[in-house]
Protein backbone atom coordinates (compact mmCIF):
# COMPACT_ATOMS: atom_id res chain seq x y z
CA UNK A 1 0.00 0.00 0.00
CA UNK A 2 1.16 3.71 -0.62
CA UNK A 3 1.91 5.92 2.15
CA UNK A 4 -1.17 8.09 1.32
CA UNK A 5 -3.46 4.88 1.77
CA UNK A 6 -1.79 3.62 4.96
CA UNK A 7 -2.20 7.37 6.43
CA UNK A 8 -5.88 7.51 5.40
CA UNK A 9 -6.26 3.94 7.26
CA UNK A 10 -5.06 4.99 10.33
CA UNK A 11 -6.80 8.09 10.61
CA UNK A 12 -9.99 6.16 9.40
CA UNK A 13 -9.61 3.84 11.92
CA UNK A 14 -9.20 6.37 14.99
CA UNK A 15 -12.58 8.02 13.68
CA UNK A 16 -14.65 4.81 13.70
CA UNK A 17 -13.13 3.53 17.08
CA UNK A 18 -13.58 7.38 18.56
CA UNK A 19 -17.55 6.62 17.14
CA UNK A 20 -17.83 3.07 19.35
CA UNK A 21 -15.18 3.35 22.32
CA UNK A 22 -13.88 6.97 23.19
CA UNK A 23 -16.88 8.08 25.33
CA UNK A 24 -14.92 9.53 28.62
CA UNK A 25 -11.26 11.09 27.59
CA UNK A 26 -10.65 12.19 24.00
CA UNK A 27 -7.04 12.49 25.16
CA UNK A 28 -4.14 12.11 23.23
CA UNK A 29 -2.13 10.54 26.05
CA UNK A 30 -4.28 8.10 27.30
CA UNK A 31 -2.97 4.77 27.23
CA UNK A 32 -6.16 3.14 26.67
CA UNK A 33 -5.85 4.56 22.93
CA UNK A 34 -2.53 2.90 21.84
CA UNK A 35 -3.75 -0.34 23.02
CA UNK A 36 -7.00 -0.20 21.12
CA UNK A 37 -5.49 0.95 17.91
CA UNK A 38 -3.06 -2.45 18.67
CA UNK A 39 -5.87 -4.22 18.55
CA UNK A 40 -6.59 -3.71 14.98
CA UNK A 41 -3.64 -4.08 14.44
CA UNK A 42 -1.92 -0.95 13.86
CA UNK A 43 1.75 -0.36 16.12
CA UNK A 44 4.47 1.88 15.43
CA UNK A 45 6.93 -0.79 14.68
CA UNK A 46 4.42 -2.96 12.28
CA UNK A 47 2.90 -0.41 10.26
CA UNK A 48 4.46 2.97 11.05
CA UNK A 49 2.42 4.91 8.58
CA UNK A 50 -0.97 3.67 9.86
CA UNK A 51 0.32 4.62 12.79
CA UNK A 52 1.71 7.97 12.05
CA UNK A 53 -2.65 8.62 10.56
CA UNK A 54 -4.40 7.29 13.56
CA UNK A 55 -2.45 9.52 15.95
CA UNK A 56 -2.92 12.40 13.58
CA UNK A 57 -6.70 11.81 13.95
CA UNK A 58 -6.14 11.30 17.63
CA UNK A 59 -4.64 14.99 17.48
CA UNK A 60 -7.10 16.82 15.80
CA UNK A 61 -9.38 15.40 18.16
CA UNK A 62 -7.85 16.17 20.96
CA UNK A 63 -7.81 19.80 20.08
CA UNK A 64 -11.16 20.44 18.76
CA UNK A 65 -12.41 18.86 21.80
CA UNK A 66 -10.63 19.80 24.40
CA UNK A 67 -8.92 16.72 25.38
CA UNK A 68 -6.25 17.00 27.46
CA UNK A 69 -7.31 20.34 28.57
CA UNK A 70 -10.49 18.88 29.97
CA UNK A 71 -8.38 16.62 32.07
CA UNK A 72 -6.77 19.28 33.45
CA UNK A 73 -9.61 21.35 34.02
CA UNK A 74 -10.59 18.72 35.75
CA UNK A 75 -7.82 17.94 37.95
CA UNK A 76 -6.13 21.28 38.73
CA UNK A 77 -7.33 21.84 42.10
CA UNK A 78 -6.03 20.04 44.71
CA UNK A 79 -9.47 18.65 46.01
CA UNK A 80 -9.84 17.69 42.73
CA UNK A 81 -6.79 15.46 42.58
CA UNK A 82 -7.84 13.83 46.31
CA UNK A 83 -10.73 13.40 44.79
CA UNK A 84 -9.83 11.26 41.58
CA UNK A 85 -7.69 9.41 44.15
CA UNK A 86 -10.19 8.91 46.61
CA UNK A 87 -12.27 7.26 44.31
CA UNK A 88 -10.01 5.10 42.61
CA UNK A 89 -8.76 3.71 45.64
CA UNK A 90 -12.70 3.24 46.68
CA UNK A 91 -12.98 1.35 43.59
CA UNK A 92 -15.63 1.81 40.74
CA UNK A 93 -17.70 -1.26 41.75
CA UNK A 94 -18.00 -0.45 45.34
CA UNK A 95 -19.14 2.83 44.42
CA UNK A 96 -21.63 1.01 42.45
CA UNK A 97 -22.78 -1.09 44.99
CA UNK A 98 -22.91 1.98 48.09
CA UNK A 99 -24.60 4.30 45.60
CA UNK A 100 -24.05 8.14 45.06
CA UNK A 101 -25.04 9.24 48.10
CA UNK A 102 -23.41 6.96 50.50
CA UNK A 103 -20.44 6.42 48.59
CA UNK A 104 -20.23 10.84 48.77
CA UNK A 105 -20.46 10.20 52.88
CA UNK A 106 -17.28 7.93 52.67
CA UNK A 107 -15.52 10.14 50.84
CA UNK A 108 -15.69 13.00 53.00
CA UNK A 109 -15.00 10.97 55.84
CA UNK A 110 -12.09 9.74 54.22
CA UNK A 111 -10.89 13.14 52.55
CA UNK A 112 -12.40 16.44 54.34
CA UNK A 113 -10.08 16.07 57.58
CA UNK A 114 -7.09 16.44 54.72
CA UNK A 115 -8.77 19.56 52.93
CA UNK A 116 -9.62 21.32 56.25
CA UNK A 117 -5.51 21.07 57.19
CA UNK A 118 -4.33 22.76 54.35
CA UNK A 119 -4.16 26.11 55.23
CA UNK A 120 -6.80 27.43 53.24
CA UNK A 121 -9.11 28.13 55.63
CA UNK A 122 -9.04 27.70 59.49
CA UNK A 123 -12.50 26.00 60.09
CA UNK A 124 -12.24 27.12 63.98
CA UNK A 125 -12.16 30.93 62.98
CA UNK A 126 -15.89 31.13 61.99
CA UNK A 127 -16.12 34.59 63.21
CA UNK A 128 -14.02 36.02 60.28
CA UNK A 129 -15.30 33.30 57.91
CA UNK A 130 -12.95 30.96 58.37
CA UNK A 131 -9.56 33.55 57.71
CA UNK A 132 -6.23 31.76 57.53
CA UNK A 133 -3.78 32.79 60.55
CA UNK A 134 -1.58 35.83 58.84
CA UNK A 135 -4.00 36.39 56.41
CA UNK A 136 -6.19 39.03 55.54
CA UNK A 137 -9.76 39.44 54.40
CA UNK A 138 -10.01 39.70 50.39
CA UNK A 139 -13.10 42.29 51.04
CA UNK A 140 -11.74 44.27 53.73
CA UNK A 141 -13.17 48.15 54.19
CA UNK A 142 -10.74 49.61 51.69
CA UNK A 143 -8.23 52.07 53.32
CA UNK A 144 -9.06 50.03 56.98
CA UNK A 145 -6.43 49.48 59.47
CA UNK A 146 -8.03 45.93 60.32
CA UNK A 147 -7.67 43.51 57.28
CA UNK A 148 -9.11 40.49 59.36
CA UNK A 149 -13.13 42.58 59.37
CA UNK A 150 -14.83 41.86 55.87
CA UNK A 151 -17.16 43.50 54.36
CA UNK A 152 -18.71 40.96 52.20
CA UNK A 153 -19.45 38.16 54.55
CA UNK A 154 -20.64 35.90 52.38
CA UNK A 155 -18.45 36.65 49.40
CA UNK A 156 -15.55 35.81 51.68
CA UNK A 157 -17.15 32.34 52.60
CA UNK A 158 -17.61 31.56 49.27
CA UNK A 159 -14.05 32.75 47.59
CA UNK A 160 -12.64 30.80 50.90
CA UNK A 161 -14.35 27.86 50.78
CA UNK A 162 -14.87 26.97 46.71
CA UNK A 163 -12.69 28.57 45.82
CA UNK A 164 -9.53 28.18 48.25
CA UNK A 165 -8.40 31.83 47.85
CA UNK A 166 -6.68 32.33 51.39
CA UNK A 167 -6.18 36.33 50.53
CA UNK A 168 -3.12 38.12 50.84
CA UNK A 169 -0.58 37.90 53.34
CA UNK A 170 -1.09 40.66 56.28
CA UNK A 171 1.78 43.25 56.86
CA UNK A 172 4.50 41.92 59.18
CA UNK A 173 3.27 43.36 62.54
CA UNK A 174 -0.69 42.37 62.08
CA UNK A 175 0.48 38.81 60.81
CA UNK A 176 2.73 38.29 64.08
CA UNK A 177 -0.26 38.70 66.48
CA UNK A 178 -1.99 35.83 64.60
CA UNK A 179 1.57 33.86 64.95
CA UNK A 180 3.78 34.82 67.62
CA UNK A 181 6.49 33.30 66.76
CA UNK A 182 6.55 34.72 63.10
CA UNK A 183 9.99 36.17 62.20
CA UNK A 184 10.97 39.38 59.82
CA UNK A 185 13.14 36.80 58.20
CA UNK A 186 10.58 34.07 57.87
CA UNK A 187 7.76 37.04 56.75
CA UNK A 188 10.38 38.39 54.10
CA UNK A 189 10.98 34.82 53.09
CA UNK A 190 7.70 33.64 52.28
CA UNK A 191 6.54 37.20 50.91
CA UNK A 192 9.37 36.26 48.09
CA UNK A 193 7.91 33.25 47.58
CA UNK A 194 4.11 34.19 47.36
CA UNK A 195 5.03 36.59 45.14
CA UNK A 196 7.67 36.29 43.07
CA UNK A 197 8.75 32.88 42.55
CA UNK A 198 6.64 31.37 39.20
CA UNK A 199 7.34 28.10 40.28
CA UNK A 200 6.79 25.11 37.68
CA UNK A 201 5.12 27.17 34.65
CA UNK A 202 3.35 29.44 37.12
CA UNK A 203 1.02 26.28 38.30
CA UNK A 204 2.96 24.95 41.24
CA UNK A 205 5.45 26.19 43.13
CA UNK A 206 6.82 25.74 47.17
CA UNK A 207 8.66 27.04 49.90
CA UNK A 208 10.31 25.09 53.08
CA UNK A 209 9.13 27.39 55.31
CA UNK A 210 5.45 29.25 54.97
CA UNK A 211 4.26 31.69 57.60
CA UNK A 212 3.84 28.82 60.40
CA UNK A 213 7.43 27.77 59.50
CA UNK A 214 6.85 24.46 57.85
CA UNK A 215 6.75 23.28 54.16
CA UNK A 216 4.36 24.38 51.53
CA UNK A 217 3.32 23.67 48.08
CA UNK A 218 0.55 25.50 46.27
CA UNK A 219 -1.13 24.50 43.25
CA UNK A 220 -2.39 27.93 41.35
CA UNK A 221 -2.33 29.18 44.75
CA UNK A 222 -4.15 26.78 46.76
CA UNK A 223 -2.21 25.70 49.60
CA UNK A 224 -0.84 21.91 49.95
CA UNK A 225 0.34 21.18 53.61
CA UNK A 226 2.55 17.43 54.62
CA UNK A 227 -0.34 16.70 56.63
CA UNK A 228 -2.89 18.05 53.83
CA UNK A 229 -1.26 15.53 51.56
CA UNK A 230 -0.51 12.36 54.21
CA UNK A 231 -4.30 12.60 55.07
CA UNK A 232 -5.35 12.07 51.83
CA UNK A 233 -2.98 9.21 51.11
CA UNK A 234 -3.87 7.96 54.55
CA UNK A 235 -7.76 8.08 53.76
CA UNK A 236 -7.16 6.68 50.34
CA UNK A 237 -5.45 3.79 51.40
CA UNK A 238 -7.27 2.76 53.94
CA UNK A 239 -10.50 2.82 52.16
CA UNK A 240 -8.83 0.78 49.33
CA UNK A 241 -7.95 -2.00 52.24
CA UNK A 242 -11.31 -1.57 53.55
CA UNK A 243 -13.05 -1.18 49.93
CA UNK A 244 -11.70 -5.00 48.87
CA UNK A 245 -11.83 -7.13 52.96
CA UNK A 246 -15.38 -7.13 52.21
CA UNK A 247 -17.61 -8.43 49.19
CA UNK A 248 -21.15 -6.33 50.50
CA UNK A 249 -19.48 -2.88 51.83
CA UNK A 250 -20.93 -1.19 54.23
CA UNK A 251 -20.71 2.79 54.34
CA UNK A 252 -20.22 3.00 58.20
CA UNK A 253 -17.53 0.52 58.15
CA UNK A 254 -15.41 1.98 55.15
CA UNK A 255 -16.45 5.75 56.38
CA UNK A 256 -14.84 4.75 59.44
CA UNK A 257 -11.49 3.26 58.29
CA UNK A 258 -11.17 6.37 55.79
CA UNK A 259 -11.65 8.50 58.44
CA UNK A 260 -8.74 6.50 61.09
CA UNK A 261 -6.48 6.53 57.81
CA UNK A 262 -6.85 10.19 57.30
CA UNK A 263 -6.20 11.33 60.78
CA UNK A 264 -3.41 8.74 60.73
CA UNK A 265 -2.07 10.62 57.99
CA UNK A 266 -2.01 13.77 59.48
CA UNK A 267 -1.38 12.93 62.65
CA UNK A 268 2.03 11.84 61.33
CA UNK A 269 2.01 15.10 58.96
CA UNK A 270 1.94 17.35 62.02
CA UNK A 271 4.73 15.16 63.58
CA UNK A 272 6.86 15.40 60.61
CA UNK A 273 5.59 19.65 60.54
CA UNK A 274 6.79 19.82 64.55
CA UNK A 275 10.30 18.48 63.57
CA UNK A 276 10.79 20.60 60.40
CA UNK A 277 9.85 23.67 62.36
CA UNK A 278 11.67 23.00 65.68
CA UNK A 279 14.99 22.94 62.98
CA UNK A 280 13.78 26.54 61.36
CA UNK A 281 13.37 28.10 64.67
CA UNK A 282 16.20 30.59 65.23
CA UNK A 283 18.54 29.37 68.19
CA UNK A 284 20.22 32.98 68.24
CA UNK A 285 18.26 36.40 68.09
CA UNK A 286 17.36 37.66 64.77
CA UNK A 287 19.15 41.05 63.55
CA UNK A 288 15.92 43.05 64.68
CA UNK A 289 16.02 41.95 68.48
CA UNK A 290 19.43 42.38 68.53
CA UNK A 291 18.89 46.17 68.96
CA UNK A 292 16.18 45.99 71.63
CA UNK A 293 18.48 43.61 73.73
CA UNK A 294 21.26 46.60 73.25
CA UNK A 295 18.83 49.10 74.38
CA UNK A 296 18.32 47.16 77.29
CA UNK A 297 21.45 47.50 78.47
CA UNK A 298 21.96 51.09 78.04
Same mark, same amino acid.
Given at each position: ?118 GAYDLLNISEMG??EGFAQTYAAVGS ?56 LGVLKGTPENLQ?? #?? @??? !? /? ?5 ? $??? =???? +? ?12 ? #?? @??? !? /? ?5 ? $??? =???? +? ?29
Amino acid at each position: MSFASDFIKGFKTTEQRQKKYDTKTLSVGDPGFKKGIAQEGITMRGTPVQFLGAYTARVLTDLTNDGTRTLWWRANHPNAIADIVGSAALGKETAAKLGPLKTGLVMTAALAPAAATSGAYDLLNISEMGRPEGFAQTYAAVGSEDRRETEQPVQEAFERCFLGRTGKPLAYEEAKKDIPDLTPERYGNFLRSYYQDRGFLGVLKGTPENLQGV #PE @ARL !L /GYPITIP $SAL =GVAG +GSAALAVASRASKQ #PK @ATR !L /GLAGLAG $SLG =GILT +GNVINEVIAAGNRPTLPTTSEYGVLGTDRI
